[in-house]
């Protein structure tokens, strides 16, 4: 066992070797025992890590950059994705991803229901593995899509099947679509179809659309870990079903029909709208979603309230069971399967002779683990109306949120003057009867703006190399960390940013 003094002293040289293969501030580390733990409970032997840190000892990799500009710019570009002109309220989509975990546990997709302008943005972030973020990715916003479709298209859904579900939704340019196994989507469409049957039966004229994106949340996350829990005879194919189930994901999901914005959230991705004031030239940040962690008092209060006794024993340094930082999330269920499941499930893997079962031999119960389900997936559904100040919308996972000094405000400004400095690139047409003085203060803000325009035309790359530090020299430090470093100091970054039609807000406006 480590004496404090100790381990206080085996810190402060880990930090020495970690400012040597970056002077940057390294993510908050969580010490338990022999390990040095970021993130979701992952850590590294203490010997192993100081270790790998004393070989990575060399030249200061700011003061000697190992990539060019240019080389920063293509990394940081490689995942942009933009579409335009989608109709509607909205304008223009831009998104973009930077990894930190190899492979990338963030995804995001873009939708809208079929023939209509109601528009869909979800981001998600995955943790002990990718595999529940893009079964989000793959299914939540069908189910959201169901959850909202009256009696008469439910019972068409019933008849036409897997197809017409499919066609529910239309993906924006900006999503990449992904193949599924012929069983995995098996198992996928049997879920779709009883949610389906379930939804007729239940089907009420009084339900609304903080009603909707709650029960596809739930519901989704419930098929998530009976689907698990099935164990069909197929190994391998259980395997990925456990997978899914075990691993996690936070998601933020936007709905906007007209000038309703609605944001159902799960964890610790966030939404922020950006506002103009054309009298004052200036930008303002509103938070539409909250973070479900243990620094959010009424979140705490919520769990302490359905595990009532047990607020000493369930949050340790802030997290669940000492371990999970959100406490909302999709899939983690471990933190929801009844204790005698997670006995059976450790039992089934002892003995199975395969590899596939491999992660849960060994899997620890927690001794106060007393009365499950200790974590659900109930989005808080907040709903904002529109006006034309509004000028976009920002979804992003926390690996933008918690890089130093992108607060919201931050972010806002960058975003607003990044559309200042892109608005110099238009063609100038000064209106019809203005004046000279008119024409010569539009063209003084002009070459003022002139100074704002960005290197990224895509704002959310703009963000990204924010994020990461201005300086080269920074840049390319956080871009050429070693892959077993490289999360003690980012978190996977996915930001997706929506610009509205200003047109089209204020004649609404005035039309309704």
Sequence with gaps: MMTSGRLFTALVIINKYLRVVSPLAPRQLYVQGLFVVPGHGRGYSFMKLFHKLRLAHGPDPVESPRLTPQMVTS???????VTSHTGGVVKQVLCNQLPANKPMEDRHVEAKLLNTEKYMFGVYDGHAGWSCAQALKERLLHYIAISMVDSDKLNQLHEGGKAAVDNLIE?????????????????????????????IEMYSLDSNVEDALTNAFMRLDQDISTEASFLPGDEALSANLLNTAFSGAVGCVAFIDGLDLYVANVGDSRAVIGSHSSESETWHATSISNQHNADNPAEKKRLFLRHQ???????????????????????????????????????????????????????????????????????????????????????????LWDSEGMSDDKVVSLIGHHIDGQQVLTDFRPPEEASLGVINETLLKRKQNLAKRAMDENVTTHLIRHALGQEHGQLSTQLTLPEKLVRYYRDDITITVVYFDTDYLMNYTRVH
């Design 75 to 81: 990394i940081l570009r490689m995942n942009e994705r």
């Design 171 to 199: 993906y924006l340019p900006t999503t990449t679509k992904d193949t599924v196994s012929f069983d995995l989507a098996s198992i996928h469409w049997q879920s779709t179809s009883q949610f389906i049957q379930d939804s």
């Design 309 to 399: 006794n047990e607020s000493n024993t369930i949050i340790k340094n802030g997290r669940l069971f000492g371990e999970l930082l959100p406490l909302r999330a999709f899939g983690d269920v471990r933190y929801k399967w009844k204790k005698q499941d997670l006995v059976r499930l450790v039992k089934i893997a002892g003995q199975s002779s395969g590899s596939s079962f491999g992660r849960y031999k060994n899997m620890r119960l927690y001794k106060n683990y007393l009365t499950p389900p200790y974590l659900d997936a109930q989005p808080e559904v907040i709903h904002y109306r529109l006006s034309p100040r509004d000028r976009f919308l920002v979804i992003a996972s926390d690996g």
